[in-house]
């Protein structure tokens, strides 16, 4: 098992900045990504960005260049580093780990797990 706990949510002003922190912990060694999604009321949970334990990055249209996600690996630590933040960005973030995993056959299947969520707001 794997839990989650996000930090570092809360209300900034537009074109404000936060940062997003999630700490893995349990069975971590199989995490092959953490990444970040968010969901705002009555719309569908989507990627925000995500990062490899290699370093590859995925970052979503809507970030525009001004979200960076970073890892920690020996911590078992990803980072959202939000700047310039609009109304539109307010929404609960949700971090995610993607585990794989192999079996005495050598078979490998990939596992999600979710933390609980931090709420950003963007308000004046």
């Known amino acids: 098992q794997v839990q989650l706990v996000e930090s570092g949510g809360g209300l900034v002003q537009p074109g404000g900045s936060l940062r997003l922190s999630c700490t893995a912990s349990?069975?971590?060694?199989?995490?092959?990504?953490m990444g970040w999604y968010r969901q705002a009321p009555g719309k569908k949970r989507e990627l925000v960005a995500d990062?490899?334990?290699?370093?590859?990055?995925r970052y979503a249209d809507f970030v525009k260049g001004r979200f960076t996600i970073s890892r920690d690996n020996a911590e078992n630590t990803a980072h959202l580093q939000m700047y310039n933040l609009a109304p539109e960005d307010t929404a609960v973030y949700y971090c995610?780990?993607?585990?794989?995993?192999?079996?005495?056959?050598?078979?490998?299947?990939?596992?999600?797990?979710w933390g609980q969520g931090t709420q950003v707001t963007v308000s004046s």
């Open positions: 995610k780990s993607h585990h794989i995993v192999s079996d005495s056959y050598g078979r490998t299947s990939g596992h999600d797990y």
């Open positions: 349990g069975s971590t060694s199989s995490i092959y990504s």
């Open positions: 990062r490899t334990r290699g370093g590859s990055t």
